[in-house]
């Protein structure tokens, strides 16, 4: 197999002028994920071996700084859907936790289309400990956990303070986030639901979060 081949991608649209890296033995984008406007490439290919963390030098648009834990994720095609979401929305790290399966991983492979090679991740035996690595790392950083409880806030209510940064914390898929996890947590942020359900897969609920979060940060209420 080929060595992937990267190159910055920007929007041309004025507003928004979003940056990310496009892995090319995959396909080109032709339009950004966020607004829709035109991608143009920007600079010259790279192998990945000039990579080691991608997003961290690229330009980011109003400090929109997001961390992403997940609690002991049994299905790996889950795990390479965020992944792949992560790389669309310049997440600048997943922590891998648990159970939680990671890189290289033949299932992660295949729902993350390459995105293993072009976001960081840091694995960790419990949750408890990535949130304390995080703690330690960014002292003004907050924690969420994207959870259904009483005191949760709802998701649209969410007014994120750009320039900080954000960790977003995604739990099993039938249990939950653990209960020792929630306890270090600085608040839940629950996805409004209006059906019988009230029930998301976990993959489409990082998508919806990072999104909205990611839009807010940038200013596109």
């Given amino acids: ?54 997003h961290k030098y690229l330009q980011r648009a109003n400090n929109c700084i997001v961390e992403v834990v997940l609690d002991n994720l049994r299905s790996t095609l889950n795990v390479g859907s965020i ?46 400990e990535a949130i304390c690595y995080f703690r330690n790392h960014y002292a003004d950083g907050l924690i969420y956990a994207i ?7 709802m998701l649209d209510d969410f007014i994120p303070d750009t320039g900080k940064r954000f960790g977003l914390v995604f739990g099993n898929e039938i249990n939950g986030i653990e209960e020792t996890a929630m306890s270090l947590v600085d608040g839940c942020i629950e996805i409004p639901q209006f059906g019988t359900k ?20 940038r200013g596109r209420f």
């Fill in 147 to 153: 959870e259904q409880v009483d005191e949760s806030l």
């Fill in 83 to 128: 992944f792949r979401t992560a790389d669309a929305f310049m997440i600048e790290s997943i922590y891998l936790c648990g159970i939680t399966g990671k890189p290289p991983h033949r299932e992660i492979q295949k729902t993350a289309l390459g995105a293993t090679e072009s976001v960081d991740w840091k694995y960790f035996e419990t949750t408890e």
């Fill in 1 to 54: 197999m080929p060595e992937p081949e990267f190159q910055i991608f920007e929007c041309t649209n004025p507003v928004c002028h979003f940056r990310c890296p496009n892995n090319l033995t995959l396909r080109k984008m032709d339009r950004c994920p966020l607004c829709g406007g035109q991608f143009i490439p920007q600079g010259r290919p790279f192998s990945n071996h000039k990579l080691s963390a991608p």
């Fill in 198 to 217: 009230h029930s998301l897969n976990i993959a489409v609920s990082a998508g919806i979060v990072i999104w909205e979060l990611t839009k807010k940060m």
